[in-house]
Every structure is written in C-alpha cells, then in structure tokens.
C-alpha cells in the first residue's frame, strides 16, 4: 500500500478549512544592514505559536465517533496548547504527555486549556510509548506533533498566507523562506505552500539534524551526546520520512546557530520588532543576524514560530543582551 504523502493541494485545502478558527499573523516589514526584509509573526496566533492550524486541521477531520473517545498528544509545549485549544472548541477531551521539565508557562497554559497533563522523564522515557499506550487503553486518537500528514498539510496554512501577505506588500511572492525546525511539520508544510520559495530550515547547534539528513540524503539522528539548548520546542531527537522527504524534494538546506545566536536574535524581536519570541521560535532569525542564511532579497520571510517562554528565563536574556 502507498503511503499518502502531504500535498500541496491537502495544504491549500488545510488553509481554507481552518481560516475561521485561526488568526491572520501579521508580516512585519524591518532592516537587517540596509536590506529590507518580512517576519511572519506566528507567536501572536491563539496559543502563542503555529500549532494551533496543524492540530485544527487533523481534530477537525476526526469523525463523530472519534470525537467522543477523545485524543492523546505529546509535546513539551506548543504542539499541546495547539491541541488542547482545538479540542476545547471542538469539545473533544485532550490527554497530553508532556515532560517534567516543560517550561512552566507552557504546562500551566495547557492546563488552563482543558486538557489533562501527564507528565514524563525526557531522559528515561518515551513520550511516544506513552502516548500510544495511552490511546490504546482509552480508544482515543493519537495526534502526533509532526509526523502526520493532516498536521503538516495544517501547518502548511501559514505559507499560503505568507504568499498572500508577500504579493499584498510587494506585488511578489516570497523567494526565500527561513524556517524554525524540530520535526519539520512546519518548514514542510511552508515548502509545499511555496514550491517557489528557496526553502532553509534552522536549528540549534547540536540538534540541527535535519541540516544532516538533508546534507547526507538520509535521516540521521540527533546524537546521545548532543550539547543542553534552551529551544525546547526543537528538541526533536530524529525527523520523520513524512517531512524529511517533503523537504529533500523541495531542495530545502539546514543551517545552525548557537544559544547566544539565538538569545541575540531573542533581543532583537524586542527591539526592532515589540515581538516577544522564544528561544525555538527564534532561531530562523539568528540564522539571517549571524549571517548565516546566505543572500537575502527584498522578497525574504523568517518565520517567527512561537512566543511562548517562560518570563524568568525571557527577563535573564534580554537582561543578558542589554549589558
């Protein structure tokens, strides 16, 4: 049997099937060195992230049936919020499994949600373990964070609106993307909405390991020994063959930045931009003001993927950066 694969028309269909239920996030011109350049501000969606489309669209095609028995995610954050905001709305009961080191911000939001949190040790157990036992002891539907073609094609919606908001503001669509990656959900959805866009996916160091697979044609692993980061919505350990192939076939390139890259482009968001941006959802930005995105136009958008940070360590870093 064929394995369906995420599509470029599932995404517009995605797109127009979420639209009442999302926020338009607005694309925010500002200058790096004289180039103009575009911030898609996916931290000001409902939840304070993306996740919200990818776990609209695949809740929304549950059947009546699956409704009822309820749904089971796992996430240290973003994808949960998504989740449980969705179910609510759609009174759906939400189980999500996130880790005992999730940022308190994060859990507490989730809660506040509807859902029930349960919690799990990052570094002795399998999140995905314990949400499939989860949804087979109560029948309930697992959404997985990236590795499902209806998230994907979900979070694809913010590359349909990025084309319409970039032809809006310069009569152009988009000629490069850059993208924040964990398990890819995103940056595949956005290289299937913009298959003309020159798409580069970014990542902390150490954990950048779609730049690997993408650079070796085969999925690697992040290693055993991979160095502490605070992007916690990117701590993917491996991609999956869904959003791995979409972006191999999309000619997509990786780039990685450091933690003080990142904490640097965290400072600059609230300061060029009025935007609070979390560490994962900054790294795409780092990327372009370490100079390492490679050529910029006036047609380039970085995504800022998320918002959600938990303000002790926000306060540290700008402190940090302001000294």
Known sequence: MTMRKPTREGV???????????????????????????????????????????????????????RTRGVVAFSSGNHAQGVAIAARRMAIAATIVMPSDAPTVKRQATEAAGAKVVEYDRARESREEIGARLAAETGATLVPSFDDVDIIEGQGSVGVELRAQMIEATGGVPDKVLVNCGGGGLSAGIALALPEAEIVVAEPEGWDDMARSLDLGERVPVPDDAP????????????????????????????????????????????????????????????????????????????LSGGNVDPLVYAEILRSEAA
């Open 228 to 303: 502490p980061t605070r992007c916690d919505a990117l701590q993917t350990k491996l991609v999956s063959p869904l959003t791995f192939n979409a972006l191999r076939e999309a000619g997509a390139r990786g780039v990685a930045v450091t933690e003080d890259e990142i904490a640097a482009a965290m400072a600059f968001a609230a300061r060029h931009l009025r935007l609070v941006v979390e560490p994962g959802g900054a790294v795409s930005l780092a990327a372009v003001l370490a100079g390492k995105a490679g050529p910029l136009t006036g047609r380039t958008a970085i995504i």
């Open 12 to 66: 517009e269909a995605a797109a127009a099937r979420i639209a009442g239920e999302m926020t338009r996030t607005p694309l925010l011109p500002f200058e790096v060195e004289g180039q103009r350049l575009w911030a898609k501000a996916e931290c000001l969606q409902l939840g304070g992230s993306f996740k919200l489309r990818g776990a609209t669209n695949r809740l929304m095609l549950l059947s009546p049936e699956e």
